[in-house]
């Protein structure tokens, strides 16, 4: 893994959380943790004055500062690196993991208000399409399992299918799991059987042998997960697979929920 975790902060509750799983995600890589909270500028009065700018620019970063003395306060002995920042969170996040080759990209699921959000778009959304390194969205009440004392081992779920981006989620899941001495899980979904075929207008649908489909796609999707496995298997963390049907998002969220899961990777 590289040497730094970047976390976004601000004021938010989700913020918090990420920042806790974040602390915990560095200590365990050994890396350095970078805090970042980015000012979104608004036009000044009169527009384009300079001293205006300079006036609201600095009210925000005495502000922000204010915060990670608080933050400093509460984690103790953790040593973090702040970072002020100026424009839109998104872009200006990505670009300082680019700065620091950061590891992991960390930030809470809703960093915004909800109509804010509704509006604007999220910025975890914004995030993980912008940045060229993996991105931890957290939610409020999300939890690091993996990073707790326990004589078991934890695990990692991974989502695949057979698109390029799902082997590079792969790769990342199984550098995670041996970083962090975990278990890997490689899941794939797939569509659940249906009882009947859909006639379509004007004629009769022709007769589908769904065990023979059923089949066909079960072989395909233990090829697939088969294939992945030896991919990023060797030298890292154990690997094991598992096949569901259903949609991936609910296949997922059941599998790590009964493996105890600490991360899900997509």
């Known amino acids: 893994m590289s040497s730094s975790v970047v976390c976004g902060v601000d004021w938010s509750e989700d913020s918090s959380a990420a920042l806790n799983v974040a602390v915990e995600l560095s200590r365990r890589l050994r890396a350095q943790l970078v805090l970042a909270h980015v000012v979104e500028e608004r036009p000044t009065f009169p527009y384009g004055s300079e001293t205006a700018l300079n006036r609201s620019r600095h009210h925000a970063h005495n502000e922000a500062m ?59 959304s914004a995030l993980s399409r912008a940045a060229d390194r993996p991105v931890v969205v957290v939610r409020l009440d999300a939890h690091l399992p993996v990073l707790e004392a326990s004589a078991e081992r934890s695990s990692i779920v991974c989502g695949v299918d057979d698109s390029p981006h799902a082997r590079g989620a792969a790769t990342v899941a199984a550098a995670l799991a041996a970083a962090l001495d975990a278990e890997l899980a490689l899941v794939h979904a797939y569509p659940a059987a249906r009882s009947a075929a ?47 049907a259903g949609a991936p998002g609910a296949v997922l969220e059941r599998c790590a929920r009964t493996a105890g899961a600490a991360l899900i990777v997509v």
């Open 198 to 244: 859909t006639i379509p207008a004007g004629g009769v649908a022709p007769p589908i042998d769904h065990d023979a489909l059923q089949a066909e796609q079960l072989q395909r999707g233990e090829a697939l997960l088969q294939g992945v496995a030896a991919e990023v298997a060797a030298g890292r963390a154990p690997v094991r697979t598992r096949l569901e």
């Open 66 to 124: 204010l915060m990670f003395e608080r933050v400093e306060r509460r984690l103790g002995a953790v040593a973090l690196q702040p970072r002020v920042l100026f424009g839109a969170p998104a872009d200006e996040l990505a670009d300082l993991a680019e700065e620091e080759d950061a590891a992991l990209l960390v930030v809470g699921s809703r960093g915004r208000r909800a109509l804010k959000a509704a509006l604007f778009g999220s910025v975890s």
